[in-house]
T-cell receptor
Framework: EPEVTQTPSHQVTQMGQEVILRCVPI?????FYWYRQILGQKVEFLVS????????KSEIFDDQFSVERPDGSNFTLKIRSTKLEDSAMYFC?????????????FGDGTRLSIL | DQQVKQNSPSLSVQEGRISILNCDYT??????FLWYKKYPAEGPTFLIS?????DKNEDGRFTVFLNKSAKHLSLHIVPSQPGDSAVYFC????????????FGEGTQLTVNP
């Protein structure tokens, strides 16, 4: 069964450094998402992306965050100047369509640890 | 954000019995509800969904019930198997607010052999 893949599985970064999290969505999916889960908290929506544009973003997704689809397969989340509170599991997801009745399929996540 | 709430952090059942996981929501604009299962060190795996125009959806051992008037949904697993032991997340979305999923806290289900 096709799946969303994320790399790396674990990223350790010094506070203030830039980090890029990578995702390869399911090949025929057109909509891409990033979520995060801080330890002990709920999974939270960050951003959705379609046709090389951000479709929607949450209040968490401020200017330090950016997303990009640099080629036909990768979808990346960049955090420009990391803070301690950015430590979390970051999940990438993709879906065939934007309608709310299309399930999103998730990758296994990248654990980001900011020191 | 308390729009989707799973009040039971954990549930333990015997193999072969029914597992019932509950979820409440407050946003009446939600029109699509999903259940995800999550094993440690893996991402959430889509399990089953239901549209707000229905009150029941069944897929094998899994059935989701939706009570719109009570803003409540539940996931029934019968019979429960040890491999079902995982964290179960309820999630909801609204057509009017794009495709973002709003998640509950999750319920850890343990199925004992």
């Amino acid at each position: 069964e096709p799946e969303v893949t994320q790399t790396p599985s674990h990223q350790v970064t010094q506070m203030g450094q830039e980090v890029i999290l990578r995702c390869v969505p399911i090949s025929n999916h057109l909509y891409f998402y990033w979520y995060r889960q801080i330890l002990g908290q709920k999974v939270e929506f960050l951003v959705s992306f379609y046709n090389n544009e951000i479709s929607e973003k949450s209040e968490i997704f401020d200017d330090q965050f950016s997303v990009e689809r640099p080629d036909g397969s990768n979808f990346t989340l960049k955090i420009r100047s990391t803070k301690l509170e950015d430590s979390a599991m970051y999940f990438c997801a993709s879906s065939e369509a934007l309608q709310s009745y299309q399930p999103q399929h998730f990758g296994d996540g990248t654990r980001l640890s900011i020191l | 954000d308390q729009q989707v709430k799973q009040n039971s952090p954990s549930l333990s059942v015997q193999e072969g019995r029914i597992s019932i996981l509950n979820c409440d929501y407050t946003n009446s604009m939600f029109d699509y509800f999903l259940w995800y299962k999550k094993y440690p060190a893996e991402g959430p795996t889509f399990l089953i969904s239901i549209s707000s125009i229905k009150d029941k959806n069944e897929d094998g051992r899994f059935t989701v019930f939706l009570n719109k008037s009570a803003k409540h949904l539940s996931l029934h697993i019968v019979p429960s198997q040890p491999g079902d032991s995982a964290v179960y997340f309820c999630a909801a979305s609204a057509e009017t607010s794009g495709s973002r999923l709003t998640f509950g806290e999750g319920t850890q289900l343990t199925v004992n052999p």
